[in-house]
């Protein structure tokens, strides 16, 4: 499995090099493990491996996020999508792979460098409730990324950074001496927003940033992400399991299946034109509004455990399309389409050459 | 709602009214709705946090507790008052014709039971005294919701099945009375698309089976749509609009509405701003006067600032409470 792993990651570097990429990862992998217990531990100092299950959240990813761009990252819970997301912000180390930010790998730099990459990549968590310190006061909140990061600055100008923060989202700067359970839901994520901004950073990690959101407060949050791009001239990736809030805002979409990117595609090709038959799966369960009365005809089947993925195709046990090579061959990332890759048996004499 | 053709109403909600009391008073979370579900028909309950859809559907079932009460309305079940009923009473219609499936299996599921144990219980309170009978009951209804292998099944204890499997078993427990009238309260807003997809489909198919009446509470409006006959759609504890799913869908009267659907990013051009409703939801002790939608809403006149609109109706039997009714030519 690892070999064919490797190999699909060799041919991918050869056929897709987008200009001016501001994060881009080489075979990036996440391994899970659990402390050994005594036993274990006196095995290996015996000098035998014990068998401690690895769950491989995510599994040898290629991708790279385009300066300007809004890159949305679907999947299903348990798909890695998140551990992805925190590799990207740098709070979580790699097991394997390689980071680079503005071309410089993550791993070895040091310094200012360090510090620009650690302040230029900032992270919006999903839970509004959970993320924010609830005996903090909201400027206290805002000012720490401060503190801790620019000791430059005087108190005044912290103060004033913290206002400028809250007006950017749209709170009333009387609102900085309350509390997070003063805040409504939507208010409560426009805090999160503005203590990712205040650094200034070029790259928000948005992880689900309004799932936890009544419809009429998404809404307004999806509008204020764009703003803030269009402002800032941001880049996003937006993690998401709604794929119609994706659409609305993302320019390209990777579809995330057990620890592997599966597709990854221009947003409108992509829904356009679905490749991946996980990917048209998802799109034909997103409910609609302009659908009614519908038979539900469900894919069959749940997510595998991490822990013992299928072999060959992950995909195959739920998939429509399965043939007798999905279960034993690993499908390699495919380019079908400048811009458009899919690891798919289906499109193995579809490759284009470039 | 209209009567013409349709047989008697499973249940009939009237006037129900159910407040939260604390030091400062009684707030109404559900302020005096009118509802009908007919045999065979799914109503879509609809509204954001706090709007009081979920208050609605456990209010129908007769489980609020204090600080919560029940003040005021009727809930005729099969033509007879579930209000009027003694606890005793209403414990054996809950669970056999009239059975609620929770949005947390979790909570709703007993931690230190089998599965099959959970259920052969709930057949033992109605009445199966033979164990043996009963737990082959259990084995064909969990078969009935599409778990495989229920025979193994029953033998497992729920933190040893998915999130998916779970809200099936809890669907499983809620159709052993073969229930007349089924309320689901968000069963599959914790799900990812595809196992919702399967659930829903399991339901569906369920429910067209039994003939019985589903009222679906949920905020999603794509699910309701593709599910419901007939929309409710709730704001500060009124429904301010119900009718046919396509009326209120394709041309709605109440801004609220309005503003819901445009709030979906679906028909919007990917990347431009979103129609969105300002504002936030009214906490429950801070209900504004008059119309309650009247701070967030584009058409708020004087009258609204005053005075509750009155219901209005028109021919497509649809229903709503606004004093500025959508034209109906505009389309969301």
Known sequence: MMDSQQTAAGRTEVTSVPEDPILSMRNLSRVFTRQPVLAETLLKLLGRTPDIPKLRAVRSVDLSVRRGEVLGLVGESGCGKSTLGRMMAGILPASQGALAYEGAEVAGLRGTALRDFTLGVQMVFQDPYSSLNPRQRVASILAEPLKVHRPDLSRAEIHARVDAALAEVGLDVSYRDRFPHQFSGGQRQRIGIARALIVEPRFLVCDEPIAALDVSIQAQVINLFLDLRRKHN??????????????HMADRVAIMYLGEIVELAPTAELFADPKHPYTRTLLEQIPSVRNRKRSFSAVKGELPSPLAPPPGCPFHPRCPAAMPQCSVEVPQKRQIAPGRTVSCHLYDKDQIST | MTQDSKPTPVLDVRGLQTVFHDAKGAWPAVDGIDLALYPGEVLGLVGESGSGKSVAGFSIMGLIDPPGEIIAGEVLFRGEDLRAKSEEELRRIRGIALAMIFQNPLSTLNPVLRIGEQMTEVLSEHGHDDPEAAQRLA?????????????????????????????RVAIAIALLGDPAVIIADEPTTALDVTIQGQIIAELQKLQAD????????SHDLGVVAELADHIAVMYAGNIVEMGPTDAVLDHPRHPYTLGLLASVPGDADPGAPLRQVPGNAPPLSRRPLGCPFHPRCEFASDICRREMPPRATDDVGRSYLCHHPVSQRAAP
């Open chain 1, 234 to 247: 941001l880049t996003y990736l937006f993690i998401s399991h709604d794929l119609s809030v994706v659409r």
């Open chain 2, 139 to 167: 084995v064909e209804s969990l078969r009935k919701v599409g778990i495989p292998a229920p025979e193994e099944r029953i033998y497992q204890y729920p933190h040893e099945l998915s999130g998916g499997m779970r809200q």
């Open chain 2, 210 to 217: 039994s003939g019985a009446g589903m009222i679906w509470i």
